[in-house]
């Protein structure tokens, strides 16, 4: 079974720092994708960024990337230059593969890690 | 603009009573989502909808049910079978060709007492 583990319930940080979140993920299947999302104490997610398991590059967003390490299953999202607006609760998630034989499996079902406090002091 | 929609922000019932949550989405997404979220808790999935007329149980199914009429709309209905109802309830949808992420509401709390 696919599984999704944020080891850090939660972080305080520096404004203006850079900050990593950690994930680790479980899977036997060789096609996975990984994302990050963010909730702000509105309670809305926001996607942030997202990681195929083919690409060879690490992806990035303005200032967010992702550190993806294959091997380790570990999938980091690095945060640069930290602003008080990146308080939030960070969730990282896996897509599950999609099954050759199930048509309606194309919907991509997500599993969700149990979270990352980030607090950004001023 | 596109979006999703979700309402009320805020619910509020007795035990028994069955209750409907909304969700309506603008950008013309296939595939449509319901999440469970409990406090300091990730989300867990309780339906989702690739195409019209058509939906599948999530991870925690029992207590809920969902109609998939049209394709903007996948309303939730928690039934007085859900033992614990109390949560936050978020929406999501998503393109089923080109990208994975999926695009979330602002979600509904839900209280029952």
């Known amino acids: 079974a696919q599984k999704i583990t944020q080891t850090q319930p939660g972080m305080f940080v520096q404004e203006k720092e850079a900050v990593t979140l950690d994930c680790t993920y479980d899977?036997?299947?060789?096609?996975?994708?990984l994302f990050w999302y963010k909730q702000p104490s509105s309670g809305e997610m926001i996607f942030l960024i997202y990681q195929g398991s083919y690409d060879e590059q690490n992806a990035t967003e303005g200032r967010y990337s992702l550190n993806f390490q294959k091997a380790r299953k570990s999938a980091n999202l690095v945060i640069s230059a930290s602003q008080l607006g990146d308080s939030a609760m960070y969730f990282c998630a896996m897509r599950e593969p999609r099954d050759p034989s199930d048509l309606r499996s194309s919907a991509s079902k997500i599993i969700f890690g149990s979270g990352t406090r980030l607090s950004i002091r001023p | 603009d596109g979006g999703i929609t979700q309402s009320p922000k805020y619910l509020f019932r007795k035990e028994g009573q069955n209750v409907t949550l909304s969700c309506e989405q603008n950008l013309n997404h296939d595939a449509m989502y319901w999440y469970r979220q409990d406090p300091g808790q990730g989300l867990r999935l309780i339906y989702y909808?690739?195409?019209?007329?058509?939906?599948q149980k999530g991870d925690i199914a029992e207590g809920y049910s969902v109609s998939r009429e049209k394709k903007e709309s996948f309303p939730l209905t928690v039934t007085s079978a859900q033992k614990n109802p109390t949560a936050f309830y978020l929406c999501?949808?998503?393109?089923?060709?080109?990208?994975?992420?999926?695009?979330f509401g602002p979600g509904t709390r839900l209280t029952v007492t």
């Open positions: 909808s690739q195409i019209v007329n058509d939906f």
């Open positions: 999501a949808s998503r393109m089923t060709a080109g990208t994975y992420e999926q695009y």
């Open positions: 899977t036997s299947d060789q096609s996975y994708g």
